[in-house]
């Protein structure tokens, strides 16, 4: 019985979580040979984008300016080759991020 309480109350933390607050969200939108599309949604004031390496783990600034709200930019792509998503923090805190991409090693 005590199971049945804590997980039911693990399920109501869970679902009040996720329903208080917008919905940040940083779509991948395309990509050519020098960039990386993203639109973004109800990002928090001074949010910046790091590009994450899928393989290894390392994460860096992307040169691109601070951003908020709502709004779409092409991020310059990150030297290949290899796969990687784009990151969206906010005071050192992860807010959203793309779906995984592909950077082909420079011609």
Known sequence: MKQCIVGLAFVCSLAAAGSAG???RLNY????DASVNVEYFDLPAST???Y???VDG???AAL???I????S???PMPAGPGQFSVVAEQGGVWVAQTVMFYAKEPE
């Open 29 to 32: 939108a395309g990509q050519t």
């Open 73 to 75: 930019m092409a991020v």
């Open 64 to 66: 691109v300016p601070l």
């Open 68 to 71: 908020s709200g709502t709004g």
């Open 22 to 24: 917008a919905q940040e």
């Open 48 to 50: 910046q984008l790091f």
């Open 58 to 60: 390392a994460k860096w």
């Open 52 to 54: 994450l390496n899928q």
